[in-house]
């Protein structure tokens, strides 16, 4: 069963390889290609592991530092593997006027987690977004990939709740 | 291909849409979509096919409609009448009197304010076309002007006609375009590049997200004419990373594009060719800066690098680089497509042709709108807008975002315009618009845009990396109440600091929110540091026992 198990793994990790270096033959193996590779990177395995930087760094010719110095650069990227679910924040403009403190408090309190971190159990993952551009529907937050827009602290809560007893 | 050929393709899509009676289309933009408007265009589908009248009735996506607040909206026979807030149970209804009168309960009137008082150039497909269509804006004369200028105009000319219409850069720096393009135009070099700038890093706006989403093509063929216009063959639309849908849409216009010969090799059997390929950003405001957006571009940290050698003549891999705003390219083909005296003849004298804003904050109608240029901002927050939300006060206007200012209540009656906004220490910007009522302490917002800065600055200067940070620790100090007024003094002195030495704009605009707070509402300053209150009850101050630091 275990075995099973890891061929499993091993032949769905070889699909996700796959499409990594798809992306870097897209554009020849050039050094131009790595935000766009990491962009693959992240896409399939959520995060930006160490062993694909490394693969990247050598498969680009790109030393690992300035890997590393782009991949810490940019804010989209995340070196750190997510929780199960996650409740992205809008902290826009329009949202923070429209109470996005209170929102973030109001997990911290329930949940015990940090805008920026994932919980003791790696079930939620609170981030923060600077402006998702739904403006209109301030505040919004993004649950699970699905935004949903005006929301209260309960609300939140109340669908943070629901999404951790799935 | 000969002009009839080329009307031909436009007159084949016209008829095509005109076989129906009844065009019902569904808005599919970012925030109806949210409000579930799939579930709403999947429920007129079912019942114009259960109702048998699906030889009268053509039901489609569309792009931004503008008023998102109350998505999801709907339009029968673009603009003939408009619903708003319409749920999958409201489809019936319409459905039924679809030959007769509106269904009023939903019904928007068309004489509202909201949509009465805008002028749409930029925004004209927007809600009369499917965005994943191409034959829909065919049908709505697209392409026509690459066309034209592919077939009637030279370079020289086209650029000519581009410094007669007066537009100028949408992306927040006011810069002609017709000079921009003719200095590109004469950069040596046998390579050339055209930049599309969708990195709409502004907290609070959403302008180019919509037009992304709701005009692809017409994003397109603005780039194809000014790549024809300054001589390049490769354009890049770099597009920021938190936008899915934006790009899923481009990336298929590109694609329906490429393959009816609209991109790629000799362009309507003429020598011109051009390519458009996608970027994706990963979420770094600092990119929004030219040379910022090239080293990212070119798979580098996204920092800036001193200029001039400015990216007209030194850019992407060294080649001359044209970059343009997504608003201003949505511009270029309604330009040629109506003329660039008719372009020119409407806003200010400086300032000509239109603005998208995006509308948010406490207002009642949040959303995207198109003005003239020269409105007043009293016109856009109480007239178009609807005023303040829950009948409050208003207490400001945010322009420009992180590089902007507020905009107190005694310039409401300015008209808005580049120079006029810069007059009173805020910025056109990209077109973000907060309002903020007297719930909002201007201290908080102050510092919720240093924080903002501090956590963008790429740390290449100094200035920025470390006077960002300053500032917002005297901020945060002011506003739990342990500042002192000397703490204010160096604050201000800061702002003069890092605005004048810092490398690039973000650096050189970031103090503009403190500033413009600074200069209308001093005393809100003054409450939180010597009367330890905050008057809007927003800051929680920790002790009003002064604290010696």
């Known amino acids: ?166 | 291909m000969t002009p009839e050929e080329f009307n031909k393709i436009g007159e084949k899509h016209r008829n095509k849409r005109d076989e129906f009676t009844h065009n019902i289309r569904v808005c599919t933009a970012a925030a109806c979509a949210t409000l579930k408007s799939e579930e709403v265009k999947k429920a007129f589908e079912k019942e114009v096919k259960e109702q048998d009248k699906k030889k009268t009735c053509r039901v489609s996506g569309t792009g931004c409609l503008g008023l998102c607040a109350s998505g999801p909206l709907v339009t029968v026979n673009d603009g003939q009448a408009l619903y708003a807030k319409v749920s999958v149970g409201d489809v019936k209804d319409i459905v039924n009197n679809i030959d007769k009168k509106p269904v009023k309960r939903l019904e928007i009137p068309a004489d509202t304010p909201f949509f009465a008082r805008q002028t749409k150039i930029a925004l004209e497909n927007c809600g009369t076309t499917d965005p994943e269509s191409l034959e829909d804006y065919l049908a709505l004369r697209g392409y026509e002007s690459l066309y034209k200028v592919l077939t009637e105009k030279t370079q020289v000319e086209v650029i000519e006609e581009m410094v007669k219409s007066g537009l100028r850069g949408r992306g927040g720096g006011g810069f002609p375009v017709g000079l921009k393009w003719s200095t590109v135009y004469k950069a040596l070099g046998d390579k050339k590049y055209v930049i599309c700038n969708a990195d709409e890093g502004d907290p609070g706006a959403f302008m180019d997200r919509s037009m992304l989403e709701s005009d692809p093509h017409s994003i397109l063929e603005g780039m194809a004419i000014a790549g024809y216009a300054v001589g390049a063959d490769q354009g890049y639309v770099y597009i920021r990373g938190e936008y899915p849908l934006a790009i899923k849409r481009l990336r298929a216009a590109i694609r329906q594009a490429e393959r009816n010969h609209f991109l790629g090799k000799n362009i309507f059997d003429t020598p011109f060719s051009f390519n458009v390929e996608l970027r994706l950003g990963a979420g770094a405001f600092v990119c929004g800066e030219e040379t910022a957006l090239i080293a990212s571009i070119e798979g580098k940290r996204g920092t800036p690098r001193p200029r001039p050698p400015y990216p007209a003549q030194y850019g992407l891999w060294g080649c001359p680089t044209l970059i343009n705003n997504v608003e201003t390219l949505s511009n270029i083909a309604p330009i040629f497509r109506k003329g660039a005296e008719y372009y020119a003849s409407i806003g200010t004298e400086k300032s000509k042709g239109t603005k998208v804003f995006a509308l948010a904050g406490s207002i009642k109608n949040t959303g995207l709108i198109e003005v003239p240029m020269g409105i007043t901002l009293r016109e856009i927050v109480f007239d178009i807008g609807g005023g303040i939300l829950g009948d409050k006060k208003f207490k400001a206007v945010q322009t420009g975002g992180p590089s902007g200012g507020c905009i107190p209540e005694q310039f409401l009656d300015m008209p808005v315009d580049y120079e006029s906004l810069a007059g009173v220490g805020s910025i056109m910007g990209s077109g973000g618009m907060i309002v903020m009522d007297e719930t909002s302490c201007m201290i908080d917002v102050a510092k919720y845009f240093m924080d903002f800065c501090k956590s963008e600055s790429c740390g290449k200067c100094v200035p920025c990396r470390v006077g960002t940070a300053q500032m917002h620790r005297l901020l945060v100090l002011i506003s739990e109440g342990k500042a002192s007024m000397r703490d204010f003094e160096l604050l201000e002195e800061l702002c003069d600091v890092v605005k004048s030495t810092s490398l690039c704009g973000l650096g050189m605009t970031a103090p503009n929110p403190v500033l413009s707070t600074i200069r209308y509402f001093k005393d809100e300053y003054i409450a939180h540091i010597v009367d330890k209150v905050c008057p809007a009850g927003v800051c929680v101050m920790e002790s009003k026992e002064e604290v010696v630091l």
């Open chain 1, 1 to 166: 069963m275990e075995q099973g198990n890891k061929k499993k793994n091993a032949a769905a990790k070889d699909k996700r390889q796959k499409l990594v270096d798809a992306t870097m033959r897209r554009h020849g193996h050039s050094p131009y290609a790595l935000i766009e590779t990491l962009h693959t990177v992240q896409e399939v395995y959520g995060y930006l592991d160490d062993e694909n930087l490394k693969y990247v760094a050598e498969s680009l010719r790109v030393p690992l530092s300035k890997v590393y110095g782009v991949a810490t650069f940019y804010h989209f990227f995340t070196l750190k593997p997510q929780g199960e679910h996650t409740a992205v924040v809008c902290t826009g403009t329009a949202c923070y006027i429209k109470g996005v403190p209170g929102i973030l408090s109001a997990l911290r309190e329930k949940f015990f987690v940090e805008a920026g971190e994932t919980t003791e159990d790696n079930k939620l993952s609170v981030l923060t977004a600077r402006c998702i551009g739904s403006c209109g529907l301030a505040p919004a937050v993004v649950f699970d990939g699905e935004i949903a827009g005006a929301v209260t602290p309960d609300i939140v809560v109340e669908r943070v709740g629901r999404l951790l007893e799935q």
